[in-house]
């Protein structure tokens, strides 16, 4: 029997969904996460090839009856990178290297989000990443375009950091972020923060993101005000990526937002982007991804190969499976 392999690869955890050609999940896989480019390449592809056993005996399917592979994948940020991916599993799994179809990790976000293209995503979590899928299905990713200072969660904080201690200098205005900052690090004062940050480095900038989001719910200004000036650059580099498909920003198309940033409450992000849109691609329809990003991962490759009513059978399967995610927000 002829099966697809779905992978989503992250540095915290992989998964991996074994999938027929007409749509349908037989199993479902996991494994620790991996990182190529900081663990390895036989490290990354271990953690695939656990996954894929697990599905593999769930299915009650053996190697032999993967004949492609698809998803998103950590550390997938440059053109050579797919190439060199996608070689090494099509090697691993004794595949063609033609019918392995992996990028970036964002990618399983926006094919989880829809099962169709045209399509863009944002996906903004400790970091962010742009991707699109151009009417053929193949990926544009942003990645290492998008400026540092940008990079989601752990650029919030870090940038909250800096206005409170900037405010402790007077020059920048006074927020509730002091006090909370303070509090998350045992810190007795801003001086003592100020030390923990930069010289025993014990404060991570990523972990103080919830408390941004904490003080804006409460009104504070500042708070607010970071989240507004990070969502719109985000939403501005969404919208280059519709220009960069050769998309009209006039045309209905499907924009997956996706990630822990849009999870946050309230959710400053989503309305901006969403007015953003509103004025420059008036059409658009946004949402989150409704399905786990191994399912997009699936999806990415059906796209391509699948057969008959695919997305139907994916759709009903992976919501048999479990795998569909909790929605907040849509359009």
Known sequence: MSLL?????????THAIVVTQSGEILGTGSAPGSLHTVYGMDAALGRMHEA???????AGHAFADIEWASGGITGIDYPYEEALLQSAISAHFGLRPEN??????CMGALWGGTFHAPAVVCCVGTGLAVGGADEAGHAHIFGNYCNGYYQGGSSIGQDALQHVFDAAIGLRTPTSLTQKFLAFAHAKDVDELLLLRYRKKTVEPSRLCPL?????GEGDAVAISILETFARRWGEITLCMIDALGLSRSAPIEVILSGSVFK????IPYRVIRNLFRVHAPNAVLREAIYE?????AAMGLFQIGQGDWRTALAASADRLHLRRNLEHEN
Do not use: I, R, Y
């Not at 894929?52 to 769930?58: E, G, H, I, K, R």
């Not at 392995?100 to 990790?105: A, L």
């Not at 941004?212 to 804006?216: D, H, M, Q, S, T």
């Not at 946050?264 to 959710?267: D, I, L």
């Open 5 to 13: 392999l779905g992978l989503d690869q992250g540095s915290t955890k």
């Open 52 to 58: 894929c056993a697990q599905a593999l005996s769930n």
């Open 100 to 105: 392995v179809f992996v990028n970036n990790d």
């Open 212 to 216: 941004v989001f904490e003080a804006a």
């Open 264 to 267: 946050g409450v309230p959710a």
């Open 293 to 297: 990003p191994v399912v997009g991962g």
